[in-house]
């Protein structure tokens, strides 16, 4: 009840509220790869390496223990930007196993009651020749409850395979394109140049690429403290 008093309300102005920063962990961060530093972005700890420095994979990049400071130990965090060399390799067999449709078709249909199936047809499996199987299960219910009841369809298409030669074009345009696939699953990649080798060995075509580019190698390595 604010009868007869006088409420002061004061805005203020809000103020984002900083990331709170891992203080139960403290660790390094180490080079996922081997390269040549190009930048060096530190937010916590210490610089280990310097602008230039070749690294190798492992190597100490930025320190979680620093000499001054109330905490000797922190969870080391930053970017290490360098310059990579990758290598991507794929193959593609020159053959390609084909299939196609007869057009024969055999559909089995039967009804199973508690768990025992009733043949609805006379059809049976094929034995020999190519087939491709799909069915559907259909499960009857009465008012909104499932009965111990289903009903079952089979269908059976023939198929001829075979085999069809791809040229060599066709071969090398499905390999880059699954070289890129593998060079998307590397994040904050930036490439700077890529050369292509293809090879054909034993009806296959053999391609690998070799990439220079840039990339963050710093990785997390926890400090064990006993």
Same mark, same amino acid.
């Given at each position: 009840?604010?009868?007869?008093?006088?409420?002061? %309300? =004061?805005?203020?102005?809000?103020?984002?509220?900083?990331?709170?920063?891992?203080?139960?962990?403290?660790?390094?961060?180490?080079?996922?790869?081997?390269? =040549?530093?190009? /930048? %060096?972005?530190?937010?916590?700890?210490?610089?280990?390496?310097?602008?230039?420095?070749?690294?190798?994979?492992?190597?100490?990049?930025?320190?979680?223990?620093? +000499?001054?400071? #109330?905490?000797?130990?922190?969870?080391?965090?930053?970017?290490?930007?360098?310059?990579?060399? /990758?290598?991507?390799?794929?193959?593609?067999?020159?053959?390609? +196993?084909?299939?196609?449709?007869?057009?024969?078709?055999?559909? /089995?249909?039967?009804?199973?009651?508690?768990?025992?199936?009733?043949?609805?047809?006379?059809?049976? #499996?094929?034995?020999?020749?190519?087939?491709?199987?799909?069915?559907?299960?259909?499960?009857?219910? #009465?008012?909104?409850? /499932?009965?111990?009841?289903?009903?079952?369809?089979?269908?059976?298409? =023939?198929?001829?395979?075979?085999?069809?030669?791809?040229?060599?074009?066709? #071969?090398? +345009?499905?390999?880059?394109?699954?070289?890129?696939?593998?060079?998307?699953?590397?994040?904050?990649?930036?490439?700077?140049?890529?050369?292509?080798?293809?090879?054909?060995?034993?009806?296959?075509?053999?391609?690998?690429?070799?990439?220079?580019? +840039?990339?963050?190698?710093?990785? =997390?390595?926890?400090?064990?403290?006993?």
């Amino acid at each position: 009840n604010t009868s007869g008093s006088t409420v002061h %309300i =004061q805005l203020t102005e809000g103020v984002e509220k900083p990331e709170m920063t891992d203080t139960e962990h403290v660790g390094n961060m180490k080079a996922a790869v081997a390269g =040549q530093v190009l /930048r %060096i972005e530190v937010f916590s700890g210490k610089a280990a390496v310097s602008v230039g420095e070749a690294v190798a994979p492992g190597q100490l990049l930025i320190s979680g223990t620093v +000499e001054n400071g #109330a905490s000797p130990a922190v969870r080391a965090d930053g970017r290490i930007i360098a310059k990579t060399t /990758r290598t991507f390799s794929t193959k593609v067999p020159l053959v390609e +196993e084909t299939k196609a449709y007869t057009g024969e078709t055999l559909v /089995r249909r039967s009804l199973n009651i508690f768990g025992v199936p009733l043949p609805m047809s006379l059809t049976t #499996a094929p034995m020999k020749g190519n087939w491709e199987r799909s069915g559907s299960v259909t499960i009857l219910k #009465a008012n909104g409850s /499932r009965l111990p009841v289903y009903w079952t369809e089979e269908i059976w298409k =023939q198929v001829e395979k075979g085999q069809r030669e791809r040229s060599r074009e066709e #071969a090398e +345009e499905l390999a880059r394109k699954e070289i890129e696939k593998q060079e998307k699953e590397l994040s904050e990649l930036k490439i700077l140049e890529q050369e292509e080798q293809f090879e054909i060995r034993e009806q296959t075509l053999y391609c690998t690429v070799t990439i220079i580019c +840039e990339e963050n190698i710093a990785i =997390q390595s926890e400090i064990l403290i006993k």
